[in-house]
């Protein structure tokens, strides 16, 4: 009886390049990726883990969604400026304006003179008359861009006078004295960590001052015995005042009532405002300087202004996320509770008719993101086994909760309404690969490359402006979801 090594069975990557479906795909998501895919699948059928003739199947499986490599998720935290899972969500407008500007654009074009025209004109434009109270804006890459180039322009060799309380740690261990010392200028701390008042900031002021520099604290919360000069105080002195506002809001907002914004801080007397473009605002990463014009064209013009720019992309998201219609970041701050109820209500039965032991429990969500640190937001949340976590976080798409006191809890407040279905399909599909520890988890068919939205998971690829969740008419082959709260910055 001859024997025959099943090694020999498994398909030669130039006949796995043939198939129809990886052929497509490598148009699509590059040969490199496929073949790697393909060699995968290869190693697992001559380790005898996968039957030969299911390696094409398990390559087409192993494939990503996009060649970009970011996976798309649901977030499920309760934390809607989730710092690790990319801060602001983009509206469908901003989506379909970096779809715009991924080709050639007019960025730097006039069209009707064929001249060059100044970059983001459109943009600056949109946030110049968001807050007319700027005599003028510019736009860089980040926050922390932002100040480290007015410490640059204004305070190089110089002093930079900022209260002890307010020297804060941004995230990832970076912190804003030494951000702003490797720029060559130097600190001078004034008052204490709890305390600190305006003849603090006078006392030490002088021809090496460059500037005074207040930072909303939107990380953390000081109670207590506490005090602080306020913006008006500080800018009563003869030197120029920067004020790091920190989240992003561009003009007073109700439901956060101690998150400072840009209008109103300029009226209040500062020079020049910092913010970030990813918080709050609900837009993309982006440094955004708004203030005194002559500060700041000199900020424009410094020659580190071209290093920290930002690119057509975050320009056009930037002006839709401005003028366009609401966000979800907008939305998510704003969803009724008792409409996330009757969300999570109807989820929990539907999951519970399928056998799942799901429950239904009040929860906390917060705005995270560095900003603010003091408002929860109530909310509702599917309670499951705490062993859904890994499965659910590997699927596709993955969906991401939090663990508390041996659960998982997927918060509903950060989940539009059109994706439920989609969540109800990634718990089923987590279910059979949490009873079935052996099996691995297997992928869905990939979302568009830039959608914002849930795409049926058995259909093929989505639009790339798709905004909303249709109904999902089978599930996703993939399980996934959940992460303990990472701390709020």
């Known amino acids: 009886m001859t024997i025959v090594d099943h090694r020999r069975r498994v398909p030669r990557t130039d006949a796995m390049l043939k198939d129809p479906r990886l052929a497509a795909a490598a148009d699509r998501l590059g040969r490199t990726t496929v073949k790697a895919a393909i060699a995968g699948a290869q190693a697992r059928a001559r380790a005898g883990e996968l039957d030969p003739a299911h390696v094409a199947d398990a390559a087409v499986e192993a494939l990503p969604a996009t060649a970009g490599g970011l996976r798309r998720v649901l977030n499920a935290t309760g934390v809607i400026l989730h710092t690790n899972l990319g801060r602001a969500a983009l509206s469908p407008a901003a989506v379909e304006a970096v779809m715009t500007a991924s080709g050639h654009t007019d960025v730097e074009l006039d069209l009707a003179t064929g001249r060059r025209a100044r970059r983001g004109r459109d943009a600056l434009g949109a946030l110049a008359a968001a807050v007319p109270d700027a005599g003028a804006v510019h736009v860089v890459n980040n926050g922390a861009a932002a100040l480290v180039l007015v410490a640059t322009v204004l305070a190089a060799g110089r002093e930079i006078v900022v209260s002890r309380g307010e020297m804060v740690e941004i995230g990832d261990g970076f912190r804003l004295p030494d951000l702003l010392e490797s720029t060559g200028a130097r600190l001078r701390e004034v008052g204490t960590t709890n305390r600190t008042s305006a003849a603090d900031y006078r006392a030490v002021l002088g021809p090496s001052t460059g500037f005074v520099l207040k930072v909303h ?27 790091d506002i920190g989240s992003g809001l561009l003009a007073p907002d109700p439901l956060l009532p101690d998150e400072p914004d840009a209008a109103s801080t300029l009226r209040a007397g500062a020079n020049l405002v910092v913010a970030s473009g990813d918080k709050l605002l609900g837009g993309p990463q ?40 609401v966000n979800p970041t907008w939305e998510a701050l704003r969803a009724d509770p008792a409409t996330l109820r009757e969300r999570a209500e109807a989820l929990r039965a539907r999951l519970t008719a399928a056998g799942i032991e799901a429950g239904l429990t009040a929860s906390e969500a917060v705005v995270g993101g560095g900003g603010a640190p003091d408002l929860t937001l109530a909310s509702w949340s599917i309670s499951l086994r705490e062993g859904y976590a890994v499965s659910l976080r590997l699927g596709s798409p993955a969906v991401v909760g939090r663990v508390e006191r041996g659960r998982l809890l997927l918060d509903l407040r950060c989940v539009p309404a059109s994706c439920d279905g989609e969540l109800e399909q990634a718990v089923l599909a987590a279910s059979r690969v949490t009873a079935s520890p052996t099996s691995s988890p297997v992928a869905s068919p990939p979302a568009g490359p830039l959608s914002a939205a849930c795409p049926p998971v058995a259909s093929p690829p989505a639009g790339p402006l798709s905004a909303a969740c249709p109904p999902v008419a089978s599930p996703p082959a993939g399980p996934s979801s959940a992460v303990r709260p990472p701390a709020r910055s």
């Open 286 to 325: 982006a440094g955004l300087l708004f203030g005194d014009a002559t500060l700041v064209e000199r900020l424009r013009r410094h020659p580190l202004a071209r290093a920290l720019r930002v690119d057509k992309l975050t320009l056009a998201a930037l002006q839709a996320t401005i003028t366009g219609p």
């Open 217 to 243: 604290p939107s990380n953390f919360v000081v109670r207590g015995f506490t005090g602080e000069a306020s913006v008006r105080e500080l800018s009563e002195f003869d030197v120029p005042l920067v004020v």
